[in-house]
């Protein structure tokens, strides 16, 4: 394996890495983001048995030790599983998440104490602006959350729109098809009533750019591509309360 690096918008990498034998003969790829700026930022630390893989990627664009922040989408390892290994070897460097993760996992896990974030708090990194916003139980668990670079309209959505596949690093076609098509295999979402609303939240942001963890980043409408994928998960909740429903009068 190797990890790859793309600028998917103006002072944002992707470090990608791909695994072809997880849901073979697609593969998958698990993505990590460095926001650049005075204060740099990475989002998802990767899996900690990436790490070496990762520092080395991280290298080719930056001394490590000048990271300032390390935040995350949900407490997952290949989210934060080497939270500790870039705390280690950046000693300014500060995890960062929402009260909820900070409450049930971070104030425990981190190696340093962390920096706990409001729904809405934007922290300015010096040429960039990261705000974060909660999205608990989407797509996963309570303590879900991403976070939306203001100056380039970049959202940095975690699993939201997961794909199969490595084909590209950026791209401007669908990848709500995709998406879909990845739920129906891997089932990964908590399905829940508010789950859609939450989505269809993020799409008010109007963002340019959606930085996917496992796919490319897409470029274009990214409002009509999360009212897309909302709608969807509408539906998925929809048949979940129905299939309920014939259960219990059964």
Known sequence: METNISEIADGIYRLSTFVPDIAPPAGFTFNQFLVMGDQPLMFHTGLRKMFGLNLQALR???PPHELRWIAYGHYES??????NEWLAVAPRAQAAHGHTGCMVSLNDMADRPPRMLADGEVVDL???????????????GWDAGVLFEETTGTL????????????RATTDRDIVGPAIAAEDVFK?????????????????????????????SYT???????????DDYD?????????????AAA
């Not at 290949?78 to 939270?83: I, K, S, V, Y």
């Open 220 to 230: 274009g409408d990214g409002a009509a591509a999360l009212r897309a994928l909302a």
């Open 60 to 62: 080719r664009l930056m």
């Open 126 to 140: 010096g040429g960039k602006r990261v705000r974060y916003i909660d999205t608990p139980h989407t797509p996963h």
């Open 188 to 216: 990964y979402s908590s399905l829940n009533p508010g789950m859609g609303a939450t989505i269809r939240g993020l799409s008010r942001l109007d963002p340019r750019s959606l930085a996917l963890m496992h796919g490319p």
């Open 156 to 167: 940095l959505c975690g699993d939201l729109f997961t794909q199969l596949g490595n084909d």
């Open 78 to 83: 290949d989210e934060c599983g080497a939270m």
């Open 235 to 247: 539906r998925r909740a929809l048949r979940s309360v129905h299939a309920a429903e014939l259960f």
